[in-house]
């Protein structure tokens, strides 16, 4: 091996180990794994930035503007209470939700469609005294059966067919995947309605109210300065037996007081620090002598006007917030919110509220004015949980042209009219012009995070195939491999983009393993595009981890779910797909 090539593996390891560890933001740090290559020679300009201008990459990003088009005329919001409303025992329910789920994730952007199902499907479980928690993670994995059935259904699947074109000249036709899509998602869908669902948690305390799950949220009150609770203590304040609520300790002049005793003396200033449930965080606002430690003006005027609503919210990884306490965020200026407590997936939160940093999959409970849902207007900063509106409302001009633009789009591609990008460009165009998107919308709906992501990742792939190190590790895998065939060879490129997906982005882990992958079937003189196809499901089927797919991470909070839920039912959903996988690709491309 040259020493580009050793250089490359040791740049590639470190940006893996950097994702794991979540030491910074993905796209930060795959893209400083593209500047350091860059930086030292191993690869070319031209090289670098070819990401930038991949077809994949760029069709990703306009089908971001097509998604928004159809979340914003109303129209999943009325499918899902649709869906949910004539649902009615909890089995039934799980295949009535994941069905069409599917069938919707084929041909738009999952994100959306779980953000749309989670309110609707916690205010059904609340009426229904079933814990939301047996439904979310169907949810989750519902959309990415779907999505691996089209080309246009993940964007790992567009990146994984740029990455076709650049390298052997092929392309996927609009349908192609579903000859390995569908048998997965029927067997996904078996696997998670009969076995998984005994696998699912249950929160038996859940009856009436959503709000008495286990989910626990930090939050944090003052002692105003003519507070009557001054100079009374913990336990004649009323604060030692707090139904659903508990307090841990009390900040007082930079210094800390705990654990709480019942004889402890409440002093002007003081800061209380709570653990509890929604309901008990609620309740506590309440109470005579306390106010919330921040936008305590504006909380007292929503209070005054009664204008005020409380909602829950979850961090997205592409929220502004990220890496910033809740003061730096300046959150009330920038939403017309202000938020009284959060949750972060069981994890006891030792800071106080304001300094608390703020991570992807962090569920919020936020006290809204008037201008939040105007300020929000549906943005990537983070995903509602709570039903903004009993009644969704469908822009019936709106959805019309959004779903003819939507099935123009595919019948272009599928029908080699156009490929996916200029049908995708042409769509997009079509919905500016109409105004069915606005121009601000249009910029807002981009997840730039994510685009750079896939562009500096399939720059890092252009490495490891030029420095001759993708070639390297081909070589020790048909090595380890060797007289057990094509088969066997296909489902270890498979099992290393499933566990590398469980860990990284999937589209990082899919154009990581793509160039592995064409040298090893090259080298081994089989046809790869197989083994293309394996690593477009792989990539997408990330089930085993919440931060391994962001449908997972979004319903991580808001399900009150630990790690090891997606690692009980997960594990043998992923090797369920690769059996599948395995079994079906040689049967319709041949190696």
Partial sequence: ?????????????????????????????????????????????????????????????????????????????FFAGKIMGRSGDGRRTMVKMMVPVAAMSAFLNNTPIVAMFTPTIR?????????????????????????ICTLIGTSTNLVVNGLMQQSFQQSLSMFEL?????????????????????????????????????????????????SPLIGKTVAEAGLRNLEQLFLTEIERQGSMIAPVKSSDVLEPGDHLHFIGVAEGVMRVQTMQGLAPSHGRDFCRDLQKTGTGRVIEAVVSRSSPMLGKTIKEGNFRARYDAVVLAVHRHGERLAVPLGQLVLKPGDTLLLLAGDDFFKRWNNARDFYMISKITDMPTVNRRKTIISLAALGGMVALSAFGVLS?????????????????VTVVEARRSIELNVLIVIA????????????????????YLIGAAEGMGPIVLLAAIYLITSIATEVITNNAAAALIFPIAVATATQAGLDPKPFAIAIAIAASA????????????MVYGPGGYRFRDFLKIGIPLNLLFMVVTVFVVPMVWKF
């Fill in 1 to 77: 091996m040259s020493f580009a090539a050793v250089f490359t593996l040791i740049v590639v390891v470190l940006m893996l180990v950097a994702l794991v560890l979540e030491l910074h933001a993905p796209d930060v740090i795959v893209f400083s794994a593209l500047g350091v290559l860059l930086l030292t020679d191993v690869i070319s300009v031209k090289d670098a930035l070819a990401g930038f201008s991949n077809s994949g990459m760029l069709t990703v990003a306009i089908l971001f503007i097509v998604a928004y088009a159809a979340q914003s005329s109303g129209l999943l919001g």
């Fill in 456 to 475: 500096s990742a399939l720059g890092i792939s252009k490495a490891l195939e030029a420095t001759g190190a993708a070639g390297f590790l081909a070589q």
């Fill in 420 to 436: 996916i990008l200029k049908a995708a460009i042409l769509t997009a165009i079509v919905l500016l012009v109409t105004r069915c």
């Fill in 123 to 147: 205010d059904w479980a609340r009426k229904h005294k079933l814990s939301p928690s047996r439904f979310l993670i169907p949810l989750s994995y519902a959309s990415i059966f779907g999505g």
């Fill in 542 to 553: 990330s089930f085993a981890t919440p931060i391994g797919y962001q449908t997972n991470l």
């Fill in 178 to 226: 579903a000859w390995v899509g569908i048998p997965c998602a029927v067997a996904g869908i078996v696997y998670v309605t009969v076995f998984g669902r005994h696998l699912l948690p249950k929160h038996p305390a859940l009856t009436e109210d959503f709000a008495g799950s286990a989910r626990e949220y930090l939050l944090e009150m003052r002692v105003p300065k003519k």
